[in-house]
């Protein structure tokens, strides 16, 4: 069964440093996500991205944030100069569709920032 | 914009009891609302999905749901719990744009 893969399962990085969290969409999906779960706080949404460009964004996804899709596979996000409240499970997710279409999830990236 | 509500952070039940967990959503167009459980240490996996077919939607795993406009709710039902449920639950609305959000999550415990 196709499934939406991440990696690195875990990251552990310095504050001020940059990290790249990678994800592989499910392949004829068309509609790409990243959320971020805070511990023991709600998933929340940072981005979507579709046809190569961000559709929408939060307010949590500023300009330390960035995401791409380098190869037609992969779509990454970027945190520029990590804080330390930028701890959290990173999620990707795809979809095949827009209206009506459920999420599939990936099982997520633990980031956590020294 | 949309939002969902979760009444109780927490529920625990006993093993074989009704399981009934809240969701009542904002929307400003007509929502498409969805049921995600989360076990430990895993991504979120999809239970169940109104998409303004059926008001009730039966889910994997022995859950339903019942959509009902007037009162703005999608509540998660199971007529008997089993230890296995015990995971965290998520309900979710979208308009339909990019734009899922999700509620705050119910804990949901089974005790034996």
């Known amino acids: 069964e196709p499934e939406v893969t991440q990696t690195p399962s875990h990251q552990v990085t310095q504050m001020g440093q940059e990290v790249i969290l990678r994800c592989v969409p499910i392949?004829?999906?068309?509609?790409f996500y990243w959320y971020r779960q805070i511990l023991g706080q709600k998933v929340e949404f940072l981005v979507s991205?579709?046809?190569?460009?961000?559709?929408?964004k939060s307010e949590i996804f500023d300009d330390q944030f960035s995401v791409e899709r380098p190869d037609g596979s992969n779509f990454t996000l970027k945190i520029r100069s990590t804080k330390l409240e930028d701890s959290a499970m990173y999620f990707c997710a795809s979809s095949e569709a827009l209206r009506g279409e459920e999420l599939f999830f990936g099982s997520g990236t633990q980031l956590s920032v020294l | 914009a949309q939002s969902v509500t979760q009444l109780g952070s927490h529920v625990s039940v006993s093993e074989g009891a009704l399981v009934l967990l809240r969701c009542n959503y904002s929307s400003s167009v007509p929502p498409y609302l969805f049921w995600y459980v989360q076990y430990p240490n895993q991504g979120l996996q999809l239970l169940l999905k109104y998409t303004s077919a059926a008001t009730l939607v039966k889910g994997i795993n022995g859950f339903e749901a019942e959509f009902k406009k007037s009162e703005t709710s999608f509540h998660l039902t199971k007529p008997s719990a089993h230890m296995s449920d015990a995971a965290e639950y998520f309900c979710a609305v979208s308009g339909g744009n990019n734009d899922m959000r999700f509620g705050a999550g119910t804990r949901l415990t089974v005790k034996p």
């Open positions: 991205f579709y046809n190569n460009e961000i559709s929408e």
């Open positions: 392949s004829n999906h068309l509609y």
